[in-house]
């Protein structure tokens, strides 16, 4: 019996071969049952033959009452399927990208965030969500940057177990609650060369150190489900990586769900070069995804491999009839068991009551989590006294081609987002009573016509205007002349980041410069605001703006949220949770770099790690990096004692922080930890704890952080199956800051 009720036992006694084959096929809904003019599609066909166990995709309630009700009447045992969906950051209500939200650091917020989504998803019928993506990423080059929690593998775990917390509940089967589902299992965030689905090549004590963490938090949370990813960690792809998915996600660390393959991902394992299509089914099978998504690989060849197994001596892949059919118990007990878990044994139409369909529009509740959520998602990098704008600034030239866009402000991912429920910042600023607006869209996003193609693959999201830039330009040029201040948006459209959206040069496209450098020459105050879906180089722009915010793309309140910022109505409180690079060669870019035996500064001014023509006081914004409206003071750091020792003791660190300026503000204190020694080469700091406070204007507070034994373990990995985490006796830094640059230093001591 397992938790809901449900007899799997019995369930898959009375199962035939096929029954339990199907239940491994995931399709996804896209036009429903039928095709039109009265022709069966092939989902249909899959659903009256009972060769299938869960759908992905569906839109609306009714659809899935419809099938639903279709596959418990071809069931004859009457097994309901499963509906999964893509609800990356919120569904209907499209609340900032991930990366934005992660720069919130406010977990509470994103635990929220997620709740809210899975209401929204959960009552169109749906009962598995495909997220939190925990892909720890650190090329900004790679598109899917803008739905990870970004580079550091502490908050990207902290934001795992969160999410998860948010999407399940305390119980997954609980009305308004989904499965959550941590992917891409694993490395997806390193591809080599920042090319999206590219292979990860790793030092393994990387994969332990960086990429496995926020794998492991999901699993503790109690995430119920886990998606393979599409690329080949040190040599192996992931869909047929025994060792990592049964070897270390099952037996090391216990997730006892469900694991789904990505899209096609057991199909692509012949393109990877791993044998014909009935081998490669054998292998993701044995390695564990038990669930085949959109490919039906394992619907057409286990039937042929359950009766004479495989010997593909060119593979070096050899499995028996008998040890594929127990291959295939095995994945179907985890498919009822992940059913069962949602109830669905006991409730097949959860979520799908018959009826009309659900009001899906966004609410005022969701509405004003969203405009909290983007408010607290947006960075503030650099303000020369500009912001919040007073009263002197009435008559505000608003200009670039993101001034009065709506589709682009829901990011990638945004399945269920609608453009009609964004207002363009235009529309923001001109509904604030005393301003004087004039606007001008000054460029195009992009100057390439096949660019902008690419770009409108999922429908229409930036139209090239076809005068001549020139003239564009000098329209904009006279708008800001005239005006106190200008606010120019610039930045991304929304698929220039997300799947297979890498980009050569982490930038603000050429024609977007262009503007920016002509806007800048007029002299008038000038504060930039960038929706982007990636951390971009912003070197030209710092120098060139007075203030500079990072919008990130927020969502549907993303530009209210922008103009609450921009007159102070709130104050920005984000932190970078990837660093911008100075420059858009310079990547891959993170903090918790490695030392080099020959360091800048280090007496070799020439033979240096770094690069010859990055100019040493080129702009990086650093990883934990934001400004707000008050100054905030920080003392030096103490101990309650500087030595310690063994696994138990622990030394209680603090600092106090006074807001020096005239406005409440929200402070995050970083809490970094460096090894200067150890066995192998350690990175220069990493972070391993923060907090949120609030401080009142004039208020001191204090914040403590307990520095452990675990927090200084580290992985050595000289296989994957001898992977361990150690700890040596010695000298610790602790280095607590406002972001992971500017920090006080404390050494401690830690004997054994
Ligand atoms: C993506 C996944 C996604 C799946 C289903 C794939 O292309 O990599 O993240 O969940 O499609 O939409």
């Known amino acids: 019996m397992n938790e809901s009720g449900a007899d799997i036992d019995d369930l898959l006694g009375r199962m035939t071969l096929a029954e339990k084959i199907g239940q491994l096929n995931l399709l996804p809904a896209g036009e429903g049952l039928v095709t039109g003019a009265g022709g069966g599609s092939r989902l249909a066909e899959r659903i009256d033959t009972a060769c299938i166990g869960g759908v992905f995709g569906t839109k609306s309630r009714a659809s899935a009452r419809s099938m639903q009700q279709r596959a418990l009447e071809a069931s004859r045992l009457n097994i309901p399927l499963l509906f999964a969906e893509d609800v990356i950051h919120g569904h209907r209500t499209v609340f900032p990208l991930p990366i934005a939200l992660a720069c919130s650091w406010d977990m509470e917020l994103v635990e929220e965030t997620a709740a809210f989504a ?202 028996g009839a008998s040890e594929i059919r127990k291959l295939v118990d095995r994945a179907c007990r985890r498919v009822l068991t992940f059913k069962a878990r949602l109830g669905l044994f006991d409730d097949p139409f959860r979520g799908m009551p018959e009826g009309s369909e659900p009001d899906v529009a966004p609410t005022a509740e969701g509405r004003a989590l969203a405009r909290r959520a983007a408010v607290r998602s947006a960075v503030l990098l650099k303000n ?118 890498s980009r050569l040069a982490p930038e603000l496209p050429a024609p977007q410069r262009r503007l920016l450098e002509a806007v800048a020459r007029t002299g008038t105050k000038l504060v930039v605001v960038i929706f982007a879906g990636r951390p971009l180089a912003l070197g030209p722009v710092t120098a060139a703006a007075d203030a500079l915010l990072l919008a990130w793309h927020g969502g549907i309140e993303g530009p209210r949220a922008i103009v609450d910022l921009l007159f102070g109505d709130a104050a920005p409180s984000g932190r970078l949770a990837a660093t911008l690079p100075a420059h858009p060669g310079q990547t891959p870019v993170f903090h918790a770099i490695e030392p080099t035996g020959r360091p800048s500064g280090g007496g070799f001014e020439k033979f240096r790690t770094g690069w010859l023509d990055l100019d040493d006081a080129a702009t990086v914004f650093p990883f934990g990096f934001g400004l707000g409206y008050s100054a905030v003071r920080y003392g030096a750091p103490v101990a309650d004692r500087l030595e310690a020792r063994g696994e138990e003791e622990s030394i209680e660190v603090g600092v106090d922080l006074t807001n020096e300026g005239d406005r409440s503000t929200i402070e995050t204190v970083q809490l970094y930890l460096s090894d200067p020694v150890a066995r192998v080469t350690r990175p220069v700091r990493e972070l391993k704890d923060f907090r949120r406070i609030t401080l009142q204007p004039g208020e001191t507070g204090h914040v403590r952080f307990t520095v452990t034994a675990a927090m200084q373990r580290y992985p050595l990995a000289p296989s994957l199956e001898e992977a361990a985490f150690v700890r040596d006796p010695g000298r610790i830094i602790v280095h607590i800051g406002p972001n992971s640059r500017d920090t006080q230093a404390l050494e401690l001591t830690w004997h054994g």
């Open 118 to 319: 899975a209401g929204e998803a959960a009552a169109l019928g749906i009962h598995q969500a495909y997220a939190p993506m925990i892909d720890v990423a650190r090329d900004p080059r790679w598109g899917r940057v803008a739905e990870s929690p970004g580079e550091d593998p502490t908050l990207a775990a902290r934001y795992a177990a969160a999410m998860t917390r948010g999407l399940q509940g305390d119980d997954p089967s609980a009305p308004g609650r989904v499965a959550a589902c941590l992917k891409h299992f694993v490395a997806y965030g390193a591809p080599e060369s920042g090319r999206d689905y590219d292979n990860a090549s790793m030092a393994l004590e990387d994969l332990f150190g960086a990429h496995l963490p926020p794998f492991e938090a999901g699993v503790r949370a109690g995430a119920l489900s886990v998606m393979v990813a599409f690329n080949a960690v040190a040599k192996l792809p992931m869909h047929a990586h025994e060792p990592l998915i049964e070897g270390w996600l099952r037996g090391r660390i216990g997730f006892d769900g469900l694991v789904v393959s990505d899209y096609t991902g057991i199909k692509e394992l012949t393109a990877h070069g791993l044998g014909r299509p009935e081998t490669v089914v054998a292998r993701a099978l044995h390695a564990g995804v038990d669930m085949d998504m959109v490919g039906e690989d394992y619907l057409e060849h286990l039937p042929a491999l359950a009766e004479g197994g495989i010997d593909d001596a060119e593979s070096g892949t050899r499995f």
């Open 384 to 501: 020369e006294g500009v912001l919040p704008l007073g009263p002197d600034r009435r008559r505000i030239a608003l200009i670039g081609p993101f001034a009065d866009d709506r589709i682009n402000m829901l990011g990638t991912w945004a399945v269920c987002g609608q453009a009609d429920d964004v207002v363009s910042l235009r529309n923001v600023l001109s509904d604030r009573p005393g301003i004087e607006l004039r606007c001008a869209e000054g460029c195009n996003v992009v100057e390439e016509p096949w660019l902008a193609d690419r770009l409108n693959v999922f429908g229409p999201i930036v139209r090239l205007d076809p005068r001549p830039e020139e003239e564009t330009i000098a329209e904009a040029v006279a708008c800001a002349r005239d005006a106190d201040m200008v606010v120019l948006a610039l930045g991304e459209a929304k698929e220039h980041a997300g799947e297979s959206s």
